[in-house]
């Protein structure tokens, strides 16, 4: 992207011809992103004759960190050559999200009782993410921003029982009746927070008939 505010950064917005199909000038906008997500797995097994037991826990971290620039702060959109709509951003938009725990404890038990083993087990989870502090300057359609943190988006504590039991029908391991009731919460990541974010890029697209709305880079009639 150009220097924001100078003629260049005016004159290479993005252009778009919808019946085309072509994008030329500059691209849409441009993402800047640093993500990272750390994990830590542990787990412990006993075990006897008949019985084992297996305890453990997977503990994630993360951020999400984002930027988006684009020339003009937005994009020309031509039909056939004349001038039609532009699409407008937020822009500068930089968010800086972070995922604290994406955590699971676990405990699993197996019993083994003649032909029958069943295995209960149950997991209790929790996932957390919060929405960093941050100030951006302002761009050339909206003013200059600045937001507290947000904590908590969300704060969830969810139990996952796990049930399950083989019967071993002729009792030479080849042949077996399997059965199973489980729960499995779904799964986030760092981008999660990402949709509640105040500096999200966000866009709007409005009508455009006046060739001068940039300033003469443009020419046509209307």
């Known amino acids: 992207a150009k220097v924001p505010f100078t003629p260049e950064w005016y004159a290479n917005a993005s252009h778009v011809d919808i019946t085309r199909g072509t994008m030329t000038t500059a691209s849409a906008p ?3 992103t640093y993500n990272f997500r750390y994990m830590l797995i542990s787990s412990l097994t006993y075990i006897t004759g008949s019985h084992t037991v297996k305890a453990g826990f997977q503990w994630h971290i993360g ?9 003009g702060d937005l994009t020309e959109r031509f039909n056939n050559g004349v001038p039609d709509s532009v699409i407008v951003y937020d822009t500068p938009a930089r968010l800086y999200d972070l995922m604290k725990a994406d955590l699971g404890l676990y405990v699993q038990d197996s019993w083994t009782l003649k032909r029958l083993t069943i295995n209960p ?3 209790w989870e929790y996932f957390n993410s919060a929405i960093q ?13 600045s937001f507290a943190e947000v904590p908590d988006v969300p704060n969830w504590k969810n139990i996952a029982p796990r049930f399950s039991m083989v019967y071993d029908l002729t009792g030479d391991a080849k042949t077996a009746l399997k059965g199973s009731i489980n729960k499995y919460n779904r799964a986030y990541t760092t981008d999660f927070v990402n949709r509640y974010d ?10 455009w008939s006046d060739c001068d709305y940039l300033a003469g880079t443009s020419t046509c009639s209307t």
Do not use: K
Request: proline letters at 5%; glycine letters at 8%; a positive charge.
């Open 198 to 207: 105040p500096l999200v890029l966000q866009s709007d697209t409005r009508n």
């Open 121 to 123: 087990g149950l997991r």
């Open 133 to 145: 502090a941050r100030s951006v300057e302002a761009g050339r359609f909206v003013p200059a921003r």
């Open 30 to 32: 441009q993402l800047g």
């Open 63 to 71: 951020q999400n960190w984002l930027n988006r620039e684009v020339n």
